[in-house]
Protein backbone atom coordinates (compact mmCIF):
# COMPACT_ATOMS: atom_id res chain seq x y z
CA UNK A 1 0.00 0.00 0.00
CA UNK A 2 1.43 3.79 -0.71
CA UNK A 3 1.53 5.39 2.31
CA UNK A 4 0.54 9.38 1.03
CA UNK A 5 0.89 12.92 3.24
CA UNK A 6 -1.40 15.87 2.16
CA UNK A 7 0.17 18.57 2.28
CA UNK A 8 -1.95 21.71 2.38
CA UNK A 9 -1.54 25.60 2.27
CA UNK A 10 -3.25 29.17 3.57
CA UNK A 11 -1.31 31.90 2.71
CA UNK A 12 -2.41 35.48 3.68
CA UNK A 13 0.01 37.24 0.86
CA UNK A 14 -2.70 38.42 -0.94
CA UNK A 15 -6.35 38.71 -1.19
CA UNK A 16 -8.29 35.95 -2.76
CA UNK A 17 -6.17 33.71 -1.68
CA UNK A 18 -8.75 31.58 0.42
CA UNK A 19 -9.29 28.44 -0.82
CA UNK A 20 -10.63 26.71 2.45
CA UNK A 21 -7.93 24.38 3.35
CA UNK A 22 -10.70 22.02 4.27
CA UNK A 23 -11.45 21.82 0.69
CA UNK A 24 -8.05 21.53 -0.54
CA UNK A 25 -7.56 18.89 2.16
CA UNK A 26 -11.24 17.04 0.79
CA UNK A 27 -9.94 17.65 -2.41
CA UNK A 28 -6.67 15.80 -2.16
CA UNK A 29 -8.08 13.12 0.20
CA UNK A 30 -10.36 12.14 -3.15
CA UNK A 31 -7.11 12.27 -5.33
CA UNK A 32 -5.75 9.82 -2.97
CA UNK A 33 -8.29 7.49 -3.11
CA UNK A 34 -8.95 7.37 -6.90
CA UNK A 35 -4.98 6.25 -6.64
CA UNK A 36 -5.48 3.50 -4.47
CA UNK A 37 -3.23 5.90 -1.89
CA UNK A 38 -3.57 5.56 1.89
CA UNK A 39 -3.59 8.63 3.53
CA UNK A 40 -1.40 8.63 6.65
CA UNK A 41 -0.25 11.95 7.64
CA UNK A 42 -1.46 15.46 7.03
CA UNK A 43 0.58 18.52 6.83
CA UNK A 44 -0.97 22.28 7.27
CA UNK A 45 0.91 25.34 6.87
CA UNK A 46 -1.37 28.04 7.88
CA UNK A 47 -0.95 32.06 7.43
CA UNK A 48 2.61 31.89 6.30
CA UNK A 49 3.64 32.81 3.14
CA UNK A 50 5.98 31.05 1.33
CA UNK A 51 7.12 34.60 0.39
CA UNK A 52 7.58 36.40 3.67
CA UNK A 53 10.58 33.80 4.14
CA UNK A 54 9.23 32.73 6.88
CA UNK A 55 9.74 29.02 7.99
CA UNK A 56 6.91 26.69 7.10
CA UNK A 57 7.28 24.14 9.85
CA UNK A 58 4.66 21.43 8.43
CA UNK A 59 7.12 22.01 5.03
CA UNK A 60 10.04 20.77 6.66
CA UNK A 61 8.13 18.05 8.61
CA UNK A 62 7.32 16.69 4.78
CA UNK A 63 10.64 16.57 3.84
CA UNK A 64 11.94 15.27 6.75
CA UNK A 65 9.03 12.36 6.80
CA UNK A 66 9.87 11.47 2.70
CA UNK A 67 13.52 11.64 3.77
CA UNK A 68 12.88 8.95 6.65
CA UNK A 69 10.75 7.06 3.90
CA UNK A 70 7.15 7.38 6.22
CA UNK A 71 5.24 8.28 3.20
CA UNK A 72 5.44 7.23 -0.77
CA UNK A 73 3.82 9.82 -1.93
CA UNK A 74 2.58 13.72 -1.46
CA UNK A 75 -1.19 14.30 -2.74
CA UNK A 76 -1.28 18.63 -3.18
CA UNK A 77 -3.62 21.02 -4.08
CA UNK A 78 -1.22 22.96 -6.77
CA UNK A 79 2.23 22.74 -7.29
CA UNK A 80 2.50 26.04 -6.35
CA UNK A 81 1.07 25.48 -2.51
CA UNK A 82 4.30 23.36 -2.00
CA UNK A 83 6.87 26.13 -2.89
CA UNK A 84 7.37 29.01 -4.67
CA UNK A 85 11.36 29.67 -4.71
CA UNK A 86 13.20 28.05 -7.44
CA UNK A 87 15.55 26.72 -4.72
CA UNK A 88 13.07 25.01 -2.68
CA UNK A 89 11.94 23.11 -5.87
CA UNK A 90 15.20 22.07 -6.75
CA UNK A 91 15.77 20.54 -3.43
CA UNK A 92 12.92 19.26 -3.33
CA UNK A 93 13.00 17.21 -7.05
CA UNK A 94 16.40 15.91 -5.88
CA UNK A 95 14.28 14.43 -2.29
CA UNK A 96 11.61 13.20 -4.68
CA UNK A 97 14.10 11.01 -7.27
CA UNK A 98 16.45 10.10 -4.59
CA UNK A 99 13.33 8.76 -2.09
CA UNK A 100 11.15 7.31 -5.01
CA UNK A 101 8.56 9.69 -3.79
CA UNK A 102 5.14 10.45 -6.47
CA UNK A 103 3.51 13.90 -6.47
CA UNK A 104 -0.18 13.82 -7.49
CA UNK A 105 -1.45 17.28 -7.66
CA UNK A 106 -5.36 17.88 -7.97
CA UNK A 107 -5.08 20.73 -10.61
CA UNK A 108 -3.12 18.05 -12.71
CA UNK A 109 -0.46 15.31 -12.76
CA UNK A 110 3.18 16.17 -11.54
CA UNK A 111 5.76 13.97 -12.38
CA UNK A 112 8.78 14.85 -11.32
CA UNK A 113 10.47 11.52 -12.11
CA UNK A 114 10.36 12.87 -15.56
CA UNK A 115 12.29 15.12 -17.47
CA UNK A 116 8.84 17.17 -18.51
CA UNK A 117 7.08 16.74 -15.38
CA UNK A 118 10.71 18.54 -13.97
CA UNK A 119 9.85 21.02 -16.26
CA UNK A 120 6.57 21.60 -15.53
CA UNK A 121 6.96 22.12 -12.35
CA UNK A 122 9.59 24.82 -12.90
CA UNK A 123 7.34 26.79 -15.18
CA UNK A 124 4.74 26.82 -12.30
CA UNK A 125 7.46 27.87 -10.38
CA UNK A 126 8.53 30.27 -11.96
CA UNK A 127 5.36 31.60 -13.05
CA UNK A 128 4.64 31.72 -9.46
CA UNK A 129 7.94 33.74 -8.62
CA UNK A 130 6.06 37.62 -8.73
CA UNK A 131 9.36 38.50 -10.36
CA UNK A 132 8.87 42.81 -10.78
CA UNK A 133 12.54 42.75 -13.41
CA UNK A 134 12.58 44.04 -17.16
CA UNK A 135 11.24 41.57 -18.51
CA UNK A 136 7.57 41.52 -16.81
CA UNK A 137 7.84 45.62 -16.96
CA UNK A 138 7.95 44.54 -20.68
CA UNK A 139 4.96 42.54 -20.79
CA UNK A 140 2.99 45.12 -18.72
CA UNK A 141 3.49 47.76 -21.54
CA UNK A 142 3.24 45.54 -24.08
CA UNK A 143 -0.55 43.99 -22.51
CA UNK A 144 -1.75 48.00 -22.25
CA UNK A 145 -0.92 48.10 -25.95
CA UNK A 146 -2.42 45.39 -26.45
CA UNK A 147 -5.37 47.07 -24.44
CA UNK A 148 -4.79 50.41 -26.15
CA UNK A 149 -5.07 48.78 -29.67
CA UNK A 150 -8.67 47.26 -28.50
CA UNK A 151 -10.19 50.93 -27.98
CA UNK A 152 -11.46 52.91 -30.51
CA UNK A 153 -8.05 55.24 -31.78
CA UNK A 154 -8.30 58.90 -30.77
CA UNK A 155 -9.63 58.07 -27.61
CA UNK A 156 -13.16 57.48 -29.16
CA UNK A 157 -16.36 57.68 -27.19
CA UNK A 158 -16.12 57.09 -23.12
CA UNK A 159 -17.75 54.21 -22.58
CA UNK A 160 -21.36 54.24 -19.79
CA UNK A 161 -20.30 54.59 -16.69
CA UNK A 162 -17.10 56.32 -17.20
CA UNK A 163 -15.42 59.51 -17.59
CA UNK A 164 -13.62 60.28 -20.96
CA UNK A 165 -10.23 59.29 -19.39
CA UNK A 166 -11.93 55.96 -19.58
CA UNK A 167 -10.42 54.85 -15.91
CA UNK A 168 -13.01 57.13 -13.21
CA UNK A 169 -16.32 56.05 -12.69
CA UNK A 170 -19.14 58.42 -13.24
CA UNK A 171 -21.32 57.53 -9.93
CA UNK A 172 -24.72 58.49 -11.29
CA UNK A 173 -24.46 55.79 -14.19
CA UNK A 174 -21.87 53.12 -11.84
CA UNK A 175 -25.27 52.99 -9.81
CA UNK A 176 -27.27 52.25 -13.20
CA UNK A 177 -24.61 48.92 -14.19
CA UNK A 178 -24.76 48.23 -10.51
CA UNK A 179 -28.55 47.99 -10.34
CA UNK A 180 -28.80 46.71 -14.06
CA UNK A 181 -26.53 43.95 -12.95
CA UNK A 182 -28.27 43.06 -9.83
CA UNK A 183 -31.67 42.68 -11.81
CA UNK A 184 -30.23 41.02 -14.48
CA UNK A 185 -28.56 38.01 -11.93
CA UNK A 186 -32.00 38.12 -10.57
CA UNK A 187 -33.52 37.43 -13.46
CA UNK A 188 -35.07 40.08 -14.69
CA UNK A 189 -35.25 40.44 -18.86
CA UNK A 190 -33.47 42.48 -20.34
CA UNK A 191 -36.31 43.26 -22.14
CA UNK A 192 -37.76 44.85 -18.54
CA UNK A 193 -34.68 46.17 -17.61
CA UNK A 194 -34.29 48.40 -20.89
CA UNK A 195 -37.91 49.70 -20.71
CA UNK A 196 -37.42 50.57 -17.16
CA UNK A 197 -34.51 52.86 -18.14
CA UNK A 198 -36.03 54.18 -20.75
CA UNK A 199 -38.92 55.01 -18.86
CA UNK A 200 -36.68 56.93 -16.01
CA UNK A 201 -35.29 58.52 -19.33
CA UNK A 202 -31.83 57.12 -18.62
CA UNK A 203 -30.01 57.51 -22.01
CA UNK A 204 -26.89 55.44 -23.64
CA UNK A 205 -23.42 57.66 -23.99
CA UNK A 206 -25.20 58.76 -27.23
CA UNK A 207 -28.50 59.79 -25.12
CA UNK A 208 -29.91 56.76 -27.44
CA UNK A 209 -32.75 54.48 -25.74
CA UNK A 210 -31.33 51.26 -24.57
CA UNK A 211 -32.08 48.24 -26.47
CA UNK A 212 -31.75 44.84 -24.98
CA UNK A 213 -28.57 44.02 -27.26
CA UNK A 214 -26.46 46.98 -26.02
CA UNK A 215 -27.40 46.43 -22.45
CA UNK A 216 -26.32 43.00 -22.80
CA UNK A 217 -22.82 44.24 -24.73
CA UNK A 218 -22.52 46.05 -21.54
CA UNK A 219 -23.30 43.83 -19.13
CA UNK A 220 -20.84 41.28 -20.67
CA UNK A 221 -17.97 43.84 -20.70
CA UNK A 222 -15.21 42.42 -18.31
CA UNK A 223 -14.26 46.61 -18.21
CA UNK A 224 -16.86 47.35 -15.85
CA UNK A 225 -15.26 44.67 -13.11
CA UNK A 226 -12.02 46.57 -13.93
CA UNK A 227 -10.74 43.40 -16.52
CA UNK A 228 -8.97 43.76 -19.55
CA UNK A 229 -10.49 41.89 -22.14
CA UNK A 230 -9.10 40.44 -25.37
CA UNK A 231 -11.31 39.08 -27.88
CA UNK A 232 -13.48 38.25 -25.85
CA UNK A 233 -11.59 36.61 -22.99
CA UNK A 234 -10.68 38.45 -19.88
CA UNK A 235 -6.84 38.68 -20.36
CA UNK A 236 -5.73 40.64 -17.09
CA UNK A 237 -7.10 43.18 -14.36
CA UNK A 238 -7.14 46.72 -15.29
CA UNK A 239 -6.18 49.87 -13.46
CA UNK A 240 -9.48 51.44 -13.79
CA UNK A 241 -12.45 51.92 -11.70
CA UNK A 242 -14.14 48.88 -11.24
CA UNK A 243 -18.12 49.34 -10.84
CA UNK A 244 -19.34 45.37 -10.09
CA UNK A 245 -16.79 42.74 -8.96
CA UNK A 246 -15.05 40.34 -11.14
CA UNK A 247 -17.15 37.43 -9.46
CA UNK A 248 -20.28 39.64 -10.72
CA UNK A 249 -18.83 39.83 -14.19
CA UNK A 250 -18.48 36.11 -14.45
CA UNK A 251 -22.04 35.36 -13.33
CA UNK A 252 -23.30 37.95 -15.78
CA UNK A 253 -21.13 36.27 -18.60
CA UNK A 254 -22.49 32.72 -17.72
CA UNK A 255 -26.18 34.24 -17.61
CA UNK A 256 -26.93 36.34 -20.17
CA UNK A 257 -24.45 34.28 -23.00
CA UNK A 258 -26.33 31.14 -22.01
CA UNK A 259 -27.70 29.31 -25.11
CA UNK A 260 -30.60 28.90 -23.18
CA UNK A 261 -31.72 31.91 -23.29
CA UNK A 262 -32.28 32.33 -27.24
CA UNK A 263 -34.39 29.63 -26.92
CA UNK A 264 -38.47 30.51 -28.83
CA UNK A 265 -40.37 32.32 -26.78
CA UNK A 266 -43.31 30.00 -27.09
CA UNK A 267 -41.35 27.27 -25.58
CA UNK A 268 -41.12 30.13 -22.27
CA UNK A 269 -44.65 29.87 -21.78
CA UNK A 270 -43.98 26.82 -20.15
CA UNK A 271 -42.71 26.70 -16.54
CA UNK A 272 -41.57 22.91 -16.69
CA UNK A 273 -39.92 23.28 -19.97
CA UNK A 274 -36.98 20.82 -20.07
CA UNK A 275 -37.53 19.46 -16.61
CA UNK A 276 -39.75 16.37 -17.53
CA UNK A 277 -39.07 13.21 -18.74
CA UNK A 278 -41.09 9.86 -20.09
CA UNK A 279 -41.23 7.46 -17.64
CA UNK A 280 -41.76 4.63 -20.89
CA UNK A 281 -38.17 6.53 -22.73
CA UNK A 282 -36.65 8.71 -20.74
CA UNK A 283 -36.68 11.51 -23.52
CA UNK A 284 -37.78 14.92 -22.06
CA UNK A 285 -41.38 15.92 -22.64
CA UNK A 286 -41.65 19.03 -25.64
CA UNK A 287 -44.35 21.48 -24.57
CA UNK A 288 -47.12 21.14 -27.20
CA UNK A 289 -50.81 22.76 -26.90
CA UNK A 290 -53.49 20.78 -28.03
CA UNK A 291 -55.47 22.70 -31.32
CA UNK A 292 -57.68 23.68 -28.96
CA UNK A 293 -55.16 25.99 -27.53
CA UNK A 294 -55.05 23.87 -23.70
CA UNK A 295 -51.23 23.16 -22.69
CA UNK A 296 -50.17 20.36 -22.67
CA UNK A 297 -46.49 18.83 -22.29
CA UNK A 298 -46.01 14.90 -24.70
CA UNK A 299 -43.19 12.96 -25.59
CA UNK A 300 -43.19 13.35 -29.20
CA UNK A 301 -42.66 11.11 -31.12
CA UNK A 302 -40.72 11.57 -34.69
CA UNK A 303 -37.44 13.23 -35.42
CA UNK A 304 -36.83 13.89 -31.64
CA UNK A 305 -36.55 10.11 -30.95
CA UNK A 306 -39.29 9.79 -28.56
CA UNK A 307 -42.22 6.75 -27.55
CA UNK A 308 -45.19 9.15 -28.11
CA UNK A 309 -47.29 7.60 -25.49
CA UNK A 310 -46.73 10.27 -22.43
CA UNK A 311 -48.32 13.07 -22.42
CA UNK A 312 -50.10 15.37 -19.04
CA UNK A 313 -52.04 18.54 -19.52
CA UNK A 314 -49.65 21.30 -18.12
CA UNK A 315 -51.78 23.40 -15.51
CA UNK A 316 -52.65 21.09 -12.80
CA UNK A 317 -49.50 19.93 -13.06
CA UNK A 318 -47.39 22.98 -12.86
CA UNK A 319 -49.88 24.31 -9.85
CA UNK A 320 -48.70 21.07 -7.85
CA UNK A 321 -45.07 20.91 -8.80
CA UNK A 322 -44.90 24.50 -7.35
CA UNK A 323 -46.61 23.66 -4.30
CA UNK A 324 -44.16 20.94 -4.51
CA UNK A 325 -41.21 23.33 -4.68
CA UNK A 326 -42.33 25.76 -2.44
CA UNK A 327 -42.95 22.85 0.19
CA UNK A 328 -39.22 21.97 -0.53
CA UNK A 329 -37.58 25.38 0.11
CA UNK A 330 -39.06 25.34 3.83
CA UNK A 331 -37.95 22.05 4.84
CA UNK A 332 -34.42 22.08 6.71
CA UNK A 333 -32.54 19.63 4.98
CA UNK A 334 -32.51 22.10 1.80
CA UNK A 335 -31.67 24.94 4.16
CA UNK A 336 -29.28 22.91 5.56
CA UNK A 337 -27.61 21.82 2.24
CA UNK A 338 -27.74 25.43 0.76
CA UNK A 339 -26.30 26.80 3.61
CA UNK A 340 -23.30 24.62 3.87
CA UNK A 341 -22.61 26.19 0.43
CA UNK A 342 -23.04 29.46 0.93
CA UNK A 343 -21.32 30.13 3.88
CA UNK A 344 -18.47 28.38 1.89
CA UNK A 345 -16.01 30.94 0.87
CA UNK A 346 -15.87 28.85 -2.67
CA UNK A 347 -17.05 31.95 -4.74
CA UNK A 348 -14.14 33.77 -3.93
CA UNK A 349 -12.21 30.95 -3.88
CA UNK A 350 -13.02 29.71 -7.52
CA UNK A 351 -12.59 33.37 -8.96
CA UNK A 352 -8.70 33.70 -7.26
CA UNK A 353 -8.26 30.24 -8.84
CA UNK A 354 -9.27 31.90 -12.24
CA UNK A 355 -7.37 35.01 -11.55
CA UNK A 356 -4.14 33.47 -10.55
CA UNK A 357 -4.22 30.95 -13.56
CA UNK A 358 -4.97 33.73 -15.84
CA UNK A 359 -1.64 35.36 -14.18
CA UNK A 360 0.28 32.14 -15.02
CA UNK A 361 -0.97 32.54 -18.57
CA UNK A 362 -0.13 35.89 -19.07
CA UNK A 363 3.99 34.76 -17.54
CA UNK A 364 3.98 31.49 -19.43
CA UNK A 365 3.31 33.38 -22.84
CA UNK A 366 5.68 36.34 -21.61
CA UNK A 367 8.55 33.28 -21.26
CA UNK A 368 8.12 31.84 -24.52
CA UNK A 369 7.88 35.64 -25.97
CA UNK A 370 11.54 35.94 -24.65
CA UNK A 371 12.85 32.74 -25.95
CA UNK A 372 12.91 31.07 -22.65
CA UNK A 373 10.76 28.37 -23.05
CA UNK A 374 10.07 26.61 -26.91
CA UNK A 375 6.82 26.89 -28.20
CA UNK A 376 5.70 23.10 -27.22
CA UNK A 377 6.94 23.39 -23.53
CA UNK A 378 4.87 27.12 -24.05
CA UNK A 379 2.01 24.75 -25.05
CA UNK A 380 2.39 22.00 -22.70
CA UNK A 381 2.38 24.07 -19.82
CA UNK A 382 -0.55 26.19 -21.26
CA UNK A 383 -2.94 23.33 -21.39
CA UNK A 384 -2.43 22.09 -18.40
CA UNK A 385 -3.44 25.49 -16.05
CA UNK A 386 -6.16 26.22 -19.05
CA UNK A 387 -7.67 22.93 -18.15
CA UNK A 388 -7.54 24.26 -14.05
CA UNK A 389 -9.02 27.40 -15.35
CA UNK A 390 -11.89 26.11 -16.83
CA UNK A 391 -12.84 23.67 -14.12
CA UNK A 392 -12.83 27.15 -11.95
CA UNK A 393 -14.85 28.76 -14.00
CA UNK A 394 -17.74 25.89 -14.72
CA UNK A 395 -17.39 25.22 -10.61
CA UNK A 396 -18.35 29.10 -10.20
CA UNK A 397 -21.52 29.32 -12.90
CA UNK A 398 -22.87 26.28 -10.92
CA UNK A 399 -22.60 28.65 -7.76
CA UNK A 400 -24.77 30.55 -9.39
CA UNK A 401 -28.18 27.95 -9.03
CA UNK A 402 -27.59 28.28 -5.63
CA UNK A 403 -27.58 32.20 -5.11
CA UNK A 404 -31.00 31.73 -7.27
CA UNK A 405 -32.50 30.58 -3.88
CA UNK A 406 -30.39 32.28 -0.98
CA UNK A 407 -33.34 35.29 -0.70
CA UNK A 408 -36.46 32.75 -0.56
CA UNK A 409 -34.74 30.13 1.62
CA UNK A 410 -37.61 29.22 4.94
CA UNK A 411 -39.34 31.86 3.46
CA UNK A 412 -41.65 29.82 1.17
CA UNK A 413 -44.75 31.53 2.50
CA UNK A 414 -43.80 35.04 1.75
CA UNK A 415 -42.31 33.34 -1.88
CA UNK A 416 -45.72 32.03 -2.36
CA UNK A 417 -47.76 34.94 -1.96
CA UNK A 418 -45.47 37.06 -4.76
CA UNK A 419 -45.43 33.65 -6.88
CA UNK A 420 -47.70 34.59 -9.52
CA UNK A 421 -46.26 38.18 -10.38
CA UNK A 422 -42.50 36.70 -11.04
CA UNK A 423 -41.49 36.62 -14.27
CA UNK A 424 -41.62 33.10 -15.97
CA UNK A 425 -37.83 33.13 -16.06
CA UNK A 426 -37.28 33.67 -12.51
CA UNK A 427 -40.19 31.17 -11.82
CA UNK A 428 -38.45 28.41 -13.99
CA UNK A 429 -35.10 29.69 -12.33
CA UNK A 430 -36.27 29.04 -8.66
CA UNK A 431 -38.06 25.58 -10.18
CA UNK A 432 -34.91 24.47 -11.69
CA UNK A 433 -32.67 25.31 -8.48
CA UNK A 434 -34.82 22.73 -6.62
CA UNK A 435 -35.60 20.14 -8.40
CA UNK A 436 -33.75 18.68 -10.99
CA UNK A 437 -36.27 16.93 -13.08
CA UNK A 438 -39.30 15.08 -12.83
CA UNK A 439 -40.30 11.41 -14.45
CA UNK A 440 -43.81 11.61 -15.68
CA UNK A 441 -45.24 7.89 -15.91
CA UNK A 442 -48.09 6.01 -17.54
CA UNK A 443 -51.54 7.71 -17.24
CA UNK A 444 -54.55 5.34 -15.77
CA UNK A 445 -56.97 4.42 -18.72
CA UNK A 446 -60.17 5.56 -18.31
CA UNK A 447 -58.86 8.34 -15.33
CA UNK A 448 -59.19 11.88 -16.94
CA UNK A 449 -58.34 13.90 -13.91
CA UNK A 450 -54.66 14.77 -13.17
CA UNK A 451 -53.11 12.49 -11.34
CA UNK A 452 -49.90 12.74 -8.86
CA UNK A 453 -49.20 9.25 -8.42
CA UNK A 454 -47.77 9.91 -12.03
CA UNK A 455 -44.84 11.94 -11.20
CA UNK A 456 -42.01 10.94 -9.42
CA UNK A 457 -39.60 14.19 -8.50
CA UNK A 458 -35.90 14.13 -8.44
CA UNK A 459 -34.60 16.63 -6.09
CA UNK A 460 -31.67 18.49 -6.28
CA UNK A 461 -30.82 19.52 -2.95
ZN1 LIG B 1 -41.57 8.49 -24.24
Not at 294 to 307: E, F, I, K, L, W
Request: glycine share 8%; net charge positive.
Amino acid sequence: MIRAGIYARISSDREGDNLAIGRQLADCEELAGKRGWEVVERYVDSDLSAWSGKVRPEYRRLLEEIEARLIDAVVVYHADRLHRHPKELEEFIDLCQRTETKLATVSGDLDLSTHEGQLMARITGAVAKKSSDDMSRRIRRKHQDIALAGRPSGGGTRPFGYESDHRTARPAEAAVIRECAARALAGDSLRSICIDLNDREVGTVQGKRWSPQTLRRMLMSARISGQREHHGEIVAAGDWDAIITPVETHRLRAKLGDPDRRTNRSARRYLLARLLRCGHCEMKLLARPRDDGSRRYVCASGPSGGCGKTTIVADALELFIVDAVLHRLDSPELAAALNGRQDDPEGAGWQAEIEQAQEQLDELAAMWGSNEISRSEWLKARATIQQRQDTARKRLAALNRTSVLSEHLGNAVGLRERWAGLTLTRQQQIVAAVLDHVVVGPGRRGFNKFDPARLDPVWRA
